[in-house]
């Protein structure tokens, strides 16, 4: 089965079946039973990629035993087609490189080298593919491993300076014990015209520890473009800062060698505790060079964005928040924010005294916070960042005013109002409340604000504001939610009373996402929710989508205390609309109880408490001329209660009286599910196919077929349900016992 699967031409079928298949001779433990099957899997590294993934995937994690039983075509295979196909993804590449790993590992520790040789080749052709995003790491074997690794390399594999350059890479924690590999790559370093596979070989080269400082130290002597690898880089921050000196001067000159044939503008990154550590010259020239790189009008923006975001010196980045292209000046406002957090408690720094020739911070970032854009955004940011360490009092000066002018950019007032929600206090709140109510308020800082007053609904004041302003839709839909949002569980009555409120005083479309989150607020010991969705289901002033909407929720709440009553007065009002002498009035009705009925599309899987609520549906359908959907409504339904293990006499009567008067009413076309696992589900559906077979109807008869069909196949066909077959081959009607007859039930 899982073979027919595999070779199917739907694809998510076939990545199913082929980690399937792997899994079951995984399972069955032998190792030439699973080499055969996955040799067989040929097929899936041809494959589409969600296909060869999930084969990859699940071989990866085999035993290392039934791995070792793999012949090497094909891991061959496996590894070569992944990365030939252009539809291989990292995840895929990754799977492979699992793969090859541990079939090394298992390799080595059986004493295979030569397996383990050729595995580690391929796993060089995987991690040099540059869809593998994850950077490779070597293998996990010891040093004697490492060599005979090496001296089983073949010739071919020697030759090639990128393959060699990979395998060192996977064993460059020994690489110092493998001489000629060793050789070789720094001779690759030094001398290969590929600047790619020139840093690659560098990187590897200084790999081994306790050589490393030397190592690199040499590179740099040789070809101060080393110095760029970040491998490289790290050691001489950290280790040997004794050159960094020449590296710095060197530095302005674009470091043009090996590995960067141009000269480019350079902004690496250094953790800040690194450069603290270094000399105050070094320092210094650290970030002259990043000042120099971040004005330089000739320079990419990334790079000089880059060289802004390192800066601390105030007035230099004041400079470049005013003149420099945005992207730069973003970085310079938020280095800005970075550069005057570890002053803020020196309040003269901040506020009065004012940076060499520039303005005091915080108004920096407060003037450009109102020019709104991408410099806006920036420096609204970095105000926050800055906020939140200052006192609560500090902060509500600087952001209220903000957050209420009406000439100020959106973006910042936004910013704003998002920075005095994170505040605590009455007084950020009353903030927020003035900013609401402040004139000409854009409708997205209202949005804002409100999906921070929302939070707040039980307070006086905050409903009334909230409701007037529902009509916006970027505020409805920050107010309106189910539970993902803000609201508290502690202040789900005050929230709902609110959804409530909003139901009777707001416009169509607030009213049709009102009806859609109110049940996720539903209380089971409360009919509030459910009383107000039949007030919008019944009330003739609502709109058709408007009722529609709470008639698709309102069947499938809680009932409560009292909404079986509930339900059943809102039907009989609906029906004695639909039996109306006013024509407008009855045919509204008549829709409304068809939009109910439409809803009702699950009815089969009803519990066992909507069950009455249902049938009087079925009754006021009935009694406005809607037969043909009370037939409907009333077939799911007893099929309901039968998963339910009841068959109501009652209901299967009403049910025939409508179908068998106009056997339309009611397609039998297609089989129906029923959940009839219990036992006793299984008798009330073997009661209830009984119930019908005995009425002897043509009617009764088919339905009594399907049921005893679902029940047949749902128990294995027992002897029971064949009886009941047996008897409707002896049916009246011709067409049922002739149905009976062709049945195919796979039995003798």
Known sequence: ????????????????????????????????????????????????DEVRRAALEQLSGAPGRLLAALPDRVLRDAAVTTVQSRDSTAGTLAAADTLLRRAVHSAASRGGVRRAAYAAELLGHVVSDPRLTRSPRPLRVDRATAQAIWNATPPETRARADLRV???????????????????????????????????????????????????????????????????????AARRTDLLS?????????????????????TPR??????????????????????????????????????????????????????????????????????????????????????????????????????????????????????????ERDALMLLAPVACAADTPVGSRKEAARALAELPGEAAHDALVSAW?????????????????????????????????????????????????????SMTQAYRTFLTRLLKETDDETAVAVCRALPAWCA?????????LVAVAVDPARSRRQWNAAARELIWLPLGPSGLRVLADAFQELRQRGIAADRQVREDAVRRLAGIADALSRAQHATVETLPVIDELAAALCAVGLRRGAARLLWDTCLAALRHGRCDRER???????????P??????????????????????????????????????LMALTLVNAGGQAASWEDAWMGELEALRRHEDGDTATAALLLDTGRR
């Open 524 to 532: 089971p010991d409360s009919d509030d929710v459910l009383r107000a």
């Open 652 to 662: 299967w009567e009403g049910l025939l009286s409508l179908v068998e008067e106009r």
């Open 437 to 489: 109510d402040a004139p000409r308020q854009h409708r997205d800082v209202r949005a804002v604000l409100a999906l921070a007053l929302v939070a707040t609904i039980d307070r006086p004041g905050i409903a009334d504001r909230l409701l007037r302003g529902a009509t916006e839709p970027a505020v409805r839909e920050a107010i309106v939610h189910t539970r993902v949002g803000p609201v508290r569980d």
């Open 664 to 701: 339309e009413r009611l397609a039998l076309s297609g089989e129906p599910y029923l959940d009839v696992d219990a036992p006793r589900a299984r008798s009330a559906l073997l009661n209830a196919a009984r119930l019908l077979r005995e009425r002897g109807t043509p009617v009764s008869g």
């Open 166 to 236: 990979h395998l060192a890479a996977l064993l460059a924690p020994h690489l110092d014990a493998l001489p000629d590999l060793d050789a070789l790559v720094r001779q690759t370093a030094l001398e290969d015209d590929d600047p790619q596979l020139a840093a690659r070989a560098a990187a590897t080269w200084v790999a081994p520890g306790p050589l490393r400082e030397q190592r690199c130290a040499e590179l740099v002597g040789i070809d101060a473009s080393f110095a760029t690898l970040p491998r490289v880089l790290d050691v001489l």
């Open 1 to 48: 089965m899982l073979r027919a699967l595999a070779e199917g031409h739907r694809a998510h079928l076939r990545a199913l079946a082929w980690p399937a298949l792997l899994a079951c001779a995984e399972l069955e433990g032998d190792p030439d039973e699973f080499a055969r099957v996955v040799g067989d899997c040929e097929r899936a590294w041809h494959d589409q």
């Open 270 to 391: 250094l953790r800040a505790g690194v450069v603290g550590r270094w000399l105050p010259a070094q320092r210094h020239a650290w970030e002259a060079h990043h000042a120099e790189v971040a004005q330089d009008p000739h320079a990419p923006l990334r790079a000089r964005a880059d060289a802004a975001a390192h800066l601390r010196d105030p007035s230099l980045l004041t400079a470049l928040a005013d003149t420099a292209p945005q992207p730069v000046a973003a970085a310079a406002l938020g280095a800005l924010g970075s550069a005057m957090e570890p002053l803020l408690g020196d309040q003269h720094t901040v506020y009065g005294a004012a940076t060499p020739g520039s303005e005091p911070v915080l108004d920096t970032l407060l003037r450009h916070a109102a020019t709104g854009g991408v410099r806006g955004r920036a420096a609204m940011g970095a105000l926050r960042s800055l906020l939140k360490a200052l006192p």
């Open 246 to 266: 020449d590296l710095l001067a060197a530095a302005p000159e674009g470091l043009t060698g090996r590995v960067r044939p141009r000269a480019a503008a350079w």
